[in-house]
């Protein structure tokens, strides 16, 4: 029923929000409002079935390499990625400042994350900008009698960086021609913030398609998500917390309430022990009940999820 295909995409400008997963799903779910053709059922109907089965799951961009990926550095203690011998401790904690720099982690295409050393990168391909803008009174398009200077970050990827997104999602609900659609609209229009200034463009370059990862019992994850507690051993998973506070897009984004209400997920990276193995490679759920002006309203705290090895950790 699930397939999983990866979009790889070249960013033309600078970017003025992340490209996380469940950011990514908000902005591609506007696109099948405005256009119902790119799905194959009612919309009513994957809405109303999204909290236990989604349609469609986005991983957050990474970064794509020859033969692979970097992906954030798994959430886990410094010392999961050393191998100590008891003389080397003193070494090890002399040297756990560099490993702190090193936020990435090679990743082949095989999917299995391997936690060593070796495979830990420092280098990311983004620079951040920070650009001092000023408030435009909208009546007279001056900056008028109040000076109200503001600064806004702007993500710059180096030239040449291409960047995968993952994306899981059901056939019988979307066809991959679909999601291409949906994709090369969003890299025209931009994506996130500030893209009626010019921020957020992108071509799509390629779609691949890819067998479904073999799920074991430690497992990472591509985007924010919210386990739900059937899940997973809280006290054998690592997760860094991420608050997501939504704001609409579309008709609602000038309501007279834009803002949904905030969401405390794990970060992308997380690493959870699974209590069974799942049917498909995702976790999470779908959250409802999140906006006061759009009944219908729902975030993706979905994640799809790859296998880790290298992990003999059993609680603390």
């Known amino acids: 029923m699930y397939e999983l295909i990866e979009l790889v995409i070249r960013p033309e400008t600078a970017f003025g929000t992340p490209l996380k997963g469940d950011t990514i799903f908000g902005q591609f779910f506007w696109q099948i409002v405005y256009d119902n053709k790119l799905i194959k059922k009612d919309l009513n109907e994957l809405i109303d079935t999204y909290q236990e089965k989604p349609f469609i799951i986005f991983s957050s961009g990474v970064y794509k390499k020859e033969n692979g990926w970097l992906l954030p550095r798994p959430a886990l203690p410094l010392h999961f990625f050393e191998n100590i011998k008891e003389e080397d401790c003193f070494k090890a904690l002399s040297q756990r400042k560099e490993k702190k720099r090193k936020k990435f982690i090679k990743v082949k295409e095989d999917f299995l994350i391997d936690v060593k050393e070796e495979n830990l990168v420092e280098k990311g391909v983004i620079k951040i900008f920070r650009r001092v803008r000023n408030s435009i009174n ?18 710059w990827y180096e030239e040449g960086t291409r960047v995968a997104i993952f994306c899981l999602y059901n056939k019988e609900a979307i066809s991959e021609d679909s999601i291409k659609i949906g994709f090369e609209r969003i890299g025209k229009v931009g994506f996130g ?17 890819h067998p479904l990862p073999e799920i074991k019992d430690y497992v990472y994850t591509l985007s924010p998500c919210l386990p739900k507690e059937s ?24 309501s007279r309430n834009p803002f949904k209400t905030p969401i405390i997920m794990a970060d992308e990276g997380a690493v959870f022990k699974l209590k069974e193995k799942p049917e ?18 729902i975030a993706q705290a979905f994640s799809i999820i ?9 609680g603390v």
């Not at 008028?144 to 200077?149: K, L, S, V």
């Not at 054998?236 to 939504?246: A, C, K």
């Not at 498909?280 to 309203?297: D, H, L, M, T, Y």
């Open 231 to 254: 899940e997973i051993e809280l006290k054998n998973s690592f997760f860094n917390p991420f608050i997501r506070f939504g704001r609409h897009g579309g008709e609602f984004a000038v």
């Open 280 to 297: 498909n490679p995702f976790i999470g759920q779908g959250i409802k009940e999140i906006s006061k002006v759009c009944k219908k309203a």
């Open 193 to 209: 913030k500030d893209a009626s200034l010019g921020l957020g463009k992108f071509k799509v370059e390629d779609i691949k398609i």
């Open 306 to 314: 790859f296998p880790i090895r290298g992990l003999s950790y059993e």
């Open 138 to 155: 909208r009546e007279t398009f001056t900056t008028g009698e109040d000076f109200a200077p503001y600064e806004v970050e702007e993500i």
